[in-house]
């Protein structure tokens, strides 16, 4: 059974740090993208971050460029977001993400093949 399980979130005061993990599970997901999308509380899910197998094409959202970094272990299935200087408004349930298809058109995610069951990040000011 293939698997996304994300593990990190928590309650963090604003401008703390959090790291999200995602270890993927059987299947290799190489030549998949791999990254995150986030749903806040009475809003639509958004994409976050994406990278590349090789790490070599990276996108973010406008709402998280500079603040936060994606990474990722391929030869261990598992993708990093590393979140600084954490916002109220970064309060939401993070989903981890595969899919063959470059991050930059994941958009809401509609259609995206390999999904994480999320992880509860809260942001108190």
């Known amino acids: 059974q293939v698997q996304l399980a994300e593990s990190g979130g928590g309650l963090v005061q604003a401008g703390g740090s959090l790291r999200l993990s995602c270890a993927g599970s059987?299947?290799?997901?190489?030549?998949?993208?791999m990254g995150w999308l986030r749903q806040a509380p009475g809003k639509e899910r958004e994409f976050v971050a994406s990278?590349?197998?090789?790490?070599?094409?990276?996108h973010y959202s406008d709402s998280v460029k500079g603040r936060f970094t994606i990474s990722r272990d391929s030869a261990k299935n598992t993708v990093y977001l590393q979140m600084n200087s954490l916002k109220s408004e970064d309060t939401g349930v993070y989903y981890c993400?595969?899919?063959?298809?470059?991050?930059?058109?994941?958009?809401?995610?509609?259609?995206?093949?390999?999904w994480g069951k999320g992880t509860l990040v809260t942001v108190s000011s």
């Open positions: 990278i590349t197998e090789n790490g070599v094409t990276i």
């Open positions: 059987g299947r290799t997901f190489n030549g998949y993208i």
């Open positions: 993400a595969a899919d063959p298809q470059d991050g930059s058109k994941w958009s809401r995610g509609e259609g995206i093949y390999y």
